[in-house]
């Protein structure tokens, strides 16, 4: 071919941009793997259109999650950026005060002093709880597959989640359904392109979110109880003589825990039955050794986490590979495309209950080897739910194979226009 009939070349930049623009829509995100081949094909690092640099790689973002010196985006980062309404909504800068995007010492002292929240014997209280949860909701989700197909989502995973943190937390459980919803539209600030809209609707939840916790914190401090929120109150008054201090510090771990506890865990209750529908013979493995169990839902954390990005700002200057990166500018980890890194995991496209390898440890998994993963992200930010979101996965589908039910997918199942957080919005299921 002569360069008067050769192909034009593809702009980088443009193909990146068009990727991001179908990675960010519903059809896109029914299946983005094909997306993140592509990203991973241009490079370990790409440069990113909007600024900083994309990372593909799981040994780069395993590595980033793990180095001190890569920081979260906090408030003081989000103050210097001259896109005020991205960084500087009211929604990002409350996201700022929370324990993910706190950097040492301030993450460290809140760390040190709400220690585990959820240790072995918190969750040996918990899981009866989430027992019950499960066999109520599952005996509704069953009358409802008398009438036909009945969407598990709204059942069922949306569901669990809000149960669980709700009654740990001792909330209304006429509140549930409102703090669902509002958690639904304030995670819209943690997106990577937020639009307007997004952002108003997220600043108008977390308004109501602020409100809401702010009453929450006052009839507690009338009325304490044997509950995580009096016992945070009851440590910042310890540590903090201002008041007002003392109720914001309780404020953010309250916010906190709510917005980590129902979006992504949803989506690993709904994900793992989808998953494990659409692959009969994982199901069937499963059935035939339910003690692969733990087994199979750290295998849906690889394939499709809930969290596909996550951002990091560098410290100081320093470079990714060959290209400089200096203070102050943000890589955005594509944890997505890293589970599916050839060079980590063999056959990363193929769904493998029986990929973990090593000695299994309650509530844990592999750190390292070819069977870990970062669907609970990784060093000083590592989930502090993980162990709850696992017990809550792992009682679901129990109960599941425990019920004489043969389930199948009658529906496409429907995705939000999201790109950092996933969140399926349907999952229409029968029982023929």
Not at 131 to 153: I, M, P, Q, S, Y
Not at 166 to 178: E, K, V
Not at 238 to 263: G, N, P
Not at 413 to 418: E, K, L
């Amino acid at each position: 071919m002569d360069s008067a009939t050769a192909a034009p070349s593809i702009n980088p930049r443009r193909a990146l941009i068009q990727l991001f623009s179908r990675l960010r829509t519903s059809k896109g995100q029914k299946n983005p793997l094909p997306i993140y081949t592509q990203l991973t094909a241009m490079g370990e690092v790409i440069p990113a259109p909007w600024g900083g640099n994309l990372v593909t790689s799981y040994r780069l973002c395993h590595s980033i999650l793990r180095d001190k010196t890569w920081t979260v985006p906090d408030r003081a980062w989000r103050s210097r950026q001259s896109n005020n309404t991205r960084w500087r909504s009211p929604a990002s800068l409350q996201m700022s005060q929370t324990l993910p995007l706190l950097n040492p010492p301030h993450h460290t002292q809140i760390r040190r002093t709400l220690g585990n929240p959820f240790d072995q014997s918190t969750l040996f209280a918990l899981h009866r709880t989430v027992e019950k949860a499960v066999d109520h909701l599952l005996d509704d989700f069953t009358e409802r597959l008398r009438d036909g197909a009945a969407d598990f989502v709204t059942l069922v995973s949306e569901e669990l989640p809000v149960i669980t943190i709700g009654q740990w937390m001792n909330l209304p459980p006429a509140d549930y359904a409102l703090l669902r919803t509002l958690t639904h539209d304030q995670v819209h600030t943690q997106e990577l392109f937020p639009t307007a809209s997004d952002l108003a609707l997220s600043d108008a939840a977390t308004a109501q979110l602020r409100a809401y916790f702010s009453e929450f914190i006052k009839e507690r401090r009338k009325r304490p109880g044997n509950d995580p929120v009096s016992q945070w109150i009851h440590t910042w008054d310890a540590h903090e003589a201002d008041r007002d201090a003392a109720d914001a510090a309780v404020h953010s771990l309250a916010l906190f825990m709510i917005l980590a506890a129902l979006e992504t865990t949803s989506h690993l209750l709904a994900n793992t039955v989808r998953l494990l529908l659409e692959h009969p013979s994982q199901m069937d493995a499963i059935r035939s050794q339910p003690d692969v169990i733990p087994d199979a839902i750290e295998e849906v954390l690889r394939y499709d986490a809930p969290i596909h990005l996550i951002s990091r700002v560098a410290a100081a200057d320093t470079h990714l590979g060959e290209i400089p990166v200096p203070a102050g500018e943000m890589v955005h980890l594509l944890i997505g495309a890293a589970h599916h890194d050839p060079a980590q995991y063999t056959h990363p496209h193929v769904l493998d209950v029986g990929r973990r390898r090593g000695p299994r440890e309650s509530g844990t998994a592999p750190t390292t080897g070819p069977s870990a993963h970062l669907g609970f992200g990784a060093g000083i930010h590592y989930c502090l739910g993980n162990a709850l979101a696992r017990l809550e996965a792992a009682t679901l589908l129990t109960g599941l194979l425990k019920r004489p039910l043969r389930l199948n997918i009658t529906a496409p199942a429907q995705w939000a226009p999201r790109i950092a957080f996933r969140r399926m919005t349907s999952l229409h299921l029968a029982a023929p």
